[in-house]
């Protein structure tokens, strides 16, 4: 008699690679809100200040593509973000008929404080930045994947 290999679960819950993103993305930003609430942000006004810090000016439709937010979502962040001062509106440079989102000084100047964040969030993770490197690879092939 052949006895087959016993198949796990396709459905168990622990096998689902959606649960697991899903409570890790929840983790990962819980880590996250301690170390943004003393500047003022939430994790996506951090996600919108990354982007600006790398990329000023920007338009919102360009935003609206590097964060994969659509501009409904990201008009609500860019107000709160422009209410408490770190970033303004102007004529887009490149495009006179549009807005760009610009950084304002004090938003300049918060990326200093910024720069410890990815530190602490290695460190409270308790992962080698270099595991969090292969991590974020591969989550981008996932994204890559899925889109």
Known sequence: MISTPS???????????CFALS?????????YRPLLEPMGLTHPQYLVMLALWEKSPLSIKDLSGLLQLDPGTLSPL?????????V????????ERSLALKLTPEGQ???EEALKIPFK???RLGMTFEELMVLNKVLHRVIEAAT
């Open 7 to 17: 198949i796990p679960d396709p459905l168990a819950l622990e096998r689902q690679v």
């Open 23 to 31: 409570v890790a993305s929840r983790s990962v930003v819980a880590v």
């Open 78 to 86: 860019v107000k709160r973000l422009e209410a408490i001062g770190y």
């Open 88 to 95: 303004k509106k102007d004529r887009d440079p490149r495009d």
């Open 109 to 111: 100047k918060l990326r």
């Open 121 to 123: 969030v290695v460190d």
